[in-house]
Protein backbone atom coordinates (compact mmCIF):
# COMPACT_ATOMS: atom_id res chain seq x y z
CA UNK A 1 0.00 0.00 0.00
CA UNK A 2 1.35 3.77 -0.69
CA UNK A 3 1.85 5.51 2.25
CA UNK A 4 -0.33 8.60 2.46
CA UNK A 5 0.52 11.66 4.26
CA UNK A 6 -2.88 13.42 5.17
CA UNK A 7 -3.39 17.32 5.70
CA UNK A 8 -4.34 17.36 9.60
CA UNK A 9 -5.30 19.84 11.04
CA UNK A 10 -3.91 21.29 13.95
CA UNK A 11 -5.41 24.24 16.08
CA UNK A 12 -3.90 26.33 18.96
CA UNK A 13 -5.46 26.89 22.39
CA UNK A 14 -7.10 30.63 22.15
CA UNK A 15 -6.21 33.30 25.50
CA UNK A 16 -8.93 35.62 26.80
CA UNK A 17 -8.49 38.68 29.36
CA UNK A 18 -11.57 38.11 31.29
CA UNK A 19 -10.22 38.81 35.06
CA UNK A 20 -12.65 40.65 37.32
CA UNK A 21 -15.91 39.13 35.85
CA UNK A 22 -19.65 39.78 38.25
CA UNK A 23 -19.81 36.66 40.28
CA UNK A 24 -17.44 34.30 37.75
CA UNK A 25 -13.76 34.48 39.84
CA UNK A 26 -10.64 34.84 38.41
CA UNK A 27 -10.00 31.01 40.38
CA UNK A 28 -13.14 29.62 37.71
CA UNK A 29 -12.25 30.90 35.06
CA UNK A 30 -8.64 29.63 35.36
CA UNK A 31 -9.39 26.22 36.05
CA UNK A 32 -12.18 26.63 33.19
CA UNK A 33 -9.31 28.05 30.62
CA UNK A 34 -7.34 24.71 31.61
CA UNK A 35 -10.42 22.15 30.97
CA UNK A 36 -10.64 24.21 27.22
CA UNK A 37 -6.88 23.96 26.55
CA UNK A 38 -7.35 20.03 27.17
CA UNK A 39 -10.10 20.05 24.45
CA UNK A 40 -7.80 21.34 22.10
CA UNK A 41 -5.24 18.71 22.72
CA UNK A 42 -7.13 16.29 22.55
CA UNK A 43 -8.89 17.19 19.68
CA UNK A 44 -5.08 17.54 18.18
CA UNK A 45 -4.36 14.35 19.39
CA UNK A 46 -7.71 12.55 17.70
CA UNK A 47 -7.18 13.66 14.17
CA UNK A 48 -3.75 12.71 14.64
CA UNK A 49 -3.98 9.05 15.93
CA UNK A 50 -7.40 8.64 13.23
CA UNK A 51 -4.98 10.05 10.23
CA UNK A 52 -2.75 7.43 11.31
CA UNK A 53 -5.47 4.74 11.37
CA UNK A 54 -6.26 6.24 7.89
CA UNK A 55 -1.87 6.26 6.74
CA UNK A 56 -1.90 2.51 7.90
CA UNK A 57 -4.59 1.38 6.04
CA UNK A 58 -6.94 0.49 9.11
CA UNK A 59 -9.67 3.09 8.58
CA UNK A 60 -12.36 0.22 9.05
CA UNK A 61 -15.88 -0.05 10.87
CA UNK A 62 -14.09 -3.78 11.77
CA UNK A 63 -11.32 -1.20 14.08
CA UNK A 64 -13.02 -0.91 17.26
CA UNK A 65 -9.73 1.61 18.00
CA UNK A 66 -10.51 3.55 14.44
CA UNK A 67 -14.27 3.53 15.63
CA UNK A 68 -14.12 4.68 19.06
CA UNK A 69 -11.32 7.24 17.81
CA UNK A 70 -14.29 8.48 15.62
CA UNK A 71 -17.01 8.58 18.07
CA UNK A 72 -14.63 10.47 20.21
CA UNK A 73 -14.05 13.58 18.19
CA UNK A 74 -17.24 15.35 18.18
CA UNK A 75 -17.11 15.60 21.94
CA UNK A 76 -13.58 16.67 21.99
CA UNK A 77 -13.94 19.20 19.20
CA UNK A 78 -17.76 20.71 19.96
CA UNK A 79 -15.60 20.44 23.89
CA UNK A 80 -12.68 23.22 21.91
CA UNK A 81 -15.31 25.18 19.79
CA UNK A 82 -18.00 25.71 22.43
CA UNK A 83 -15.57 26.51 25.20
CA UNK A 84 -14.14 29.33 22.40
CA UNK A 85 -17.75 30.73 21.75
CA UNK A 86 -18.76 30.65 25.36
CA UNK A 87 -15.50 33.07 26.45
CA UNK A 88 -15.66 35.31 23.44
CA UNK A 89 -19.39 35.90 24.51
CA UNK A 90 -18.15 37.08 28.13
CA UNK A 91 -16.70 40.75 29.01
CA UNK A 92 -15.50 42.44 32.01
CA UNK A 93 -17.30 46.15 30.29
CA UNK A 94 -20.82 44.37 29.41
CA UNK A 95 -23.83 46.71 29.48
CA UNK A 96 -27.75 46.41 28.26
CA UNK A 97 -27.94 44.80 24.66
CA UNK A 98 -28.57 46.96 21.62
CA UNK A 99 -31.76 47.19 19.87
CA UNK A 100 -30.88 44.89 16.96
CA UNK A 101 -29.73 41.99 19.23
CA UNK A 102 -32.79 43.03 21.67
CA UNK A 103 -35.16 42.91 18.56
CA UNK A 104 -33.93 39.76 17.08
CA UNK A 105 -33.49 37.47 20.46
CA UNK A 106 -37.45 38.71 20.61
CA UNK A 107 -38.50 37.58 17.19
CA UNK A 108 -39.80 34.10 18.26
CA UNK A 109 -40.36 35.17 22.27
CA UNK A 110 -42.39 37.95 21.54
CA UNK A 111 -40.08 40.27 23.75
CA UNK A 112 -36.61 39.79 25.50
CA UNK A 113 -37.22 39.01 29.05
CA UNK A 114 -39.41 36.10 27.80
CA UNK A 115 -36.52 35.11 25.77
CA UNK A 116 -34.21 35.60 28.41
CA UNK A 117 -36.50 33.09 30.67
CA UNK A 118 -36.87 30.44 28.21
CA UNK A 119 -32.77 30.68 28.35
CA UNK A 120 -32.07 30.49 31.71
CA UNK A 121 -34.65 27.25 31.92
CA UNK A 122 -33.02 25.44 29.28
CA UNK A 123 -29.81 26.29 31.67
CA UNK A 124 -31.71 24.89 34.62
CA UNK A 125 -32.03 21.81 32.75
CA UNK A 126 -30.91 18.41 34.76
CA UNK A 127 -28.09 17.19 33.50
CA UNK A 128 -24.43 18.72 32.20
CA UNK A 129 -24.36 20.53 29.03
CA UNK A 130 -24.99 24.09 27.36
CA UNK A 131 -27.79 26.68 27.06
CA UNK A 132 -27.86 27.86 23.05
CA UNK A 133 -29.62 30.72 21.72
CA UNK A 134 -29.29 29.53 17.49
CA UNK A 135 -30.18 31.54 14.59
CA UNK A 136 -31.65 29.67 11.58
CA UNK A 137 -29.97 31.24 8.65
CA UNK A 138 -32.86 30.22 6.43
CA UNK A 139 -35.77 32.27 8.08
CA UNK A 140 -33.77 34.12 10.58
CA UNK A 141 -35.24 32.78 13.68
CA UNK A 142 -33.70 32.45 16.80
CA UNK A 143 -34.39 29.79 19.51
CA UNK A 144 -33.10 28.23 22.49
CA UNK A 145 -31.71 24.75 22.85
CA UNK A 146 -30.23 22.07 24.99
CA UNK A 147 -27.03 20.29 24.80
CA UNK A 148 -26.06 17.17 25.89
CA UNK A 149 -22.07 17.03 27.44
CA UNK A 150 -20.88 18.75 24.09
CA UNK A 151 -22.09 17.29 20.78
CA UNK A 152 -25.52 16.24 21.80
CA UNK A 153 -28.58 18.17 19.94
CA UNK A 154 -26.43 20.53 17.72
CA UNK A 155 -29.04 21.69 14.84
CA UNK A 156 -27.12 21.25 11.94
CA UNK A 157 -26.68 24.70 9.53
CA UNK A 158 -28.26 26.46 12.49
CA UNK A 159 -25.85 29.50 14.39
CA UNK A 160 -24.87 29.56 17.67
CA UNK A 161 -25.81 32.97 19.00
CA UNK A 162 -25.68 33.19 22.77
CA UNK A 163 -23.55 30.55 24.30
CA UNK A 164 -23.84 29.70 28.05
CA UNK A 165 -21.92 26.64 29.74
CA UNK A 166 -23.79 24.71 32.49
CA UNK A 167 -21.61 22.17 33.17
CA UNK A 168 -20.88 22.20 36.98
CA UNK A 169 -17.49 22.93 36.28
CA UNK A 170 -18.56 26.74 35.64
CA UNK A 171 -19.82 27.29 38.05
CA UNK A 172 -18.78 25.19 41.23
CA UNK A 173 -16.11 27.23 42.74
CA UNK A 174 -18.42 30.01 43.14
CA UNK A 175 -21.94 28.57 44.13
CA UNK A 176 -23.45 25.15 45.06
CA UNK A 177 -24.64 22.88 42.84
CA UNK A 178 -27.93 23.68 43.69
CA UNK A 179 -27.16 27.44 42.80
CA UNK A 180 -26.82 26.93 39.29
CA UNK A 181 -29.70 29.91 38.92
CA UNK A 182 -27.09 32.11 40.60
CA UNK A 183 -24.68 31.28 38.14
CA UNK A 184 -27.08 31.79 35.48
CA UNK A 185 -28.02 35.71 36.23
CA UNK A 186 -24.01 36.06 36.73
CA UNK A 187 -23.30 35.40 33.37
CA UNK A 188 -26.29 37.22 32.11
CA UNK A 189 -24.10 40.02 34.06
CA UNK A 190 -20.75 39.37 31.77
CA UNK A 191 -22.44 38.92 28.54
CA UNK A 192 -20.43 40.40 25.85
CA UNK A 193 -23.60 42.00 23.74
CA UNK A 194 -21.28 43.66 21.12
CA UNK A 195 -19.80 40.00 20.09
CA UNK A 196 -23.42 38.77 20.09
CA UNK A 197 -24.74 41.43 17.69
CA UNK A 198 -21.80 40.10 15.30
CA UNK A 199 -23.03 36.79 15.28
CA UNK A 200 -26.14 37.58 14.00
CA UNK A 201 -26.80 36.50 10.44
CA UNK A 202 -27.85 39.58 8.45
CA UNK A 203 -29.40 39.61 4.81
CA UNK A 204 -26.81 40.45 2.14
CA UNK A 205 -26.69 43.49 -0.52
CA UNK A 206 -29.63 41.40 -2.09
CA UNK A 207 -31.64 40.60 0.38
CA UNK A 208 -31.24 37.33 1.03
CA UNK A 209 -29.84 35.04 4.23
CA UNK A 210 -27.29 32.98 3.55
CA UNK A 211 -28.31 29.59 3.11
CA UNK A 212 -26.15 26.48 3.07
CA UNK A 213 -27.63 23.83 0.72
FE1 LIG B 1 -16.87 24.26 30.37
Redesign the pocket.
Known amino acids: MATLTLATQTYSPKKWNLSGLNGISDKTLET ?1 FG ?2 EGYVKNTNLLNEQIAGKIESGHAAATDLEFSELNRRLAFEYNGMRL ?1 EL ?1 FNNLTTGSGAPGDEVTKALATVYGDFETWKKDFAAIGSMRGVGWAIAYQDPSNGRITNHWVELHQDGNLATFMPIVVM ?1 V ?1 E ?2 FMLDYKPAERSKYIEAFFANVDWETIAGRLVRKDASGTVPTIR
Do not use: N
Open positions: HLYHYDWHA
